[in-house]
T-cell receptor, first 114, second 110 residues
Framework: DGGITQSPKYLFRKEGQNVTLSCEQN?????MYWYRQDPGQGLRLIYY???????QKGDIAEGYSVSREKKESFPLTVTSAQKNPTAFYLC?????????????FGPGTRLTVL | DAKTTQPPSMDCAEGRAANLPCNHS???????VYWYRQIHSQGPQYIIH???NNETNEMASLIITEDRKSSTLILPHATLRDTAVYYC???????????FGTGTSLTVIP
């Protein structure tokens, strides 16, 4: 099956620890995105990547880091510098960054920092 | 940035058409209108998108006004499984970024 996978579905971490969220896609898409969603809110863009070895900050990049070493993978690291990391994290991909392409979303990872 | 305005919540009787409005008065000429929906704690699901003309697919119809300042998503025969938050998105930045608002929470009533 083609699609986007995120793992794990639920993640618990202690305050002050870095944590990496996985996002993999086998759709052969060039562009990938990370969003954060807080309760009752819409999605906010953290980082996006239009091509391998390139990525750009979104609206709320502080306290997060990403890498794009492979086309199919776009992991997100939530660092200890992120003041309020507890949230629902969503990864998405699109064929390229053209404005007419829809984005395909993964199932999400719910991160809880204790 | 182009922004969207949607009613926070709507109800619809099962089997009836659900009409979800969206205002996007600052939309630019090359910005598409997208609709997604999200069922609680799942990833958003793509529904439909359009630029100028009305669009229809197996899930829904999208009606865009001639001046492109508003649109309506139509679910022709709502079912209980259509209960979700529906997002109207029109801002597409340099990286095809989607800017989500808070959406409309649609409840389909038996």
């Amino acid at each position: 099956d083609g699609g986007i996978t995120q793992s794990p579905k639920y993640l618990f971490r202690k305050e002050g620890q870095n944590v990496t969220l996985s996002c993999e896609q086998n759709l052969n898409h060039d562009a990938m995105y990370w969003y954060r969603q807080d309760p009752g809110q819409g999605l906010r863009l953290i980082y996006y990547s239009q091509i391998v070895n390139d990525f750009q900050k979104g609206d709320i990049a502080e306290g997060y880091s990403v890498s794009r070493e492979k086309k199919e993978s776009f992991p997100l690291t939530v660092t200890s510098a992120q003041k309020n990391p507890t949230a629902f994290y969503l990864c998405a991909s699109s064929p390229d960054s053209s404005s007419y392409n829809e984005q395909f979303f993964g199932p999400g990872t719910r991160l809880t920092v204790l | 940035d182009a922004k969207t305005t949607q009613p926070p919540s709507m109800d619809c009787a099962e089997g009836r058409a659900a009409n979800l409005p969206c205002n996007h008065s600052t939309i630019s000429g090359n910005e598409y209108v997208y609709w997604y929906r999200q069922i609680h704690s799942q990833g958003p699901q793509y529904i439909i998108h359009g630029l100028k003309n009305n669009e229809t697919n197996e899930m829904a119809s999208l009606i865009i006004t001639e001046d492109r300042k508003s649109s309506t998503l139509i679910l022709p025969h709502a079912t209980l499984r259509d209960t979700a938050v529906y997002y109207c998105i029109v801002r597409v930045g340099a990286g095809n970024q989607f800017y989500f608002g808070t959406g409309t929470s649609l409840t389909v009533i038996p």
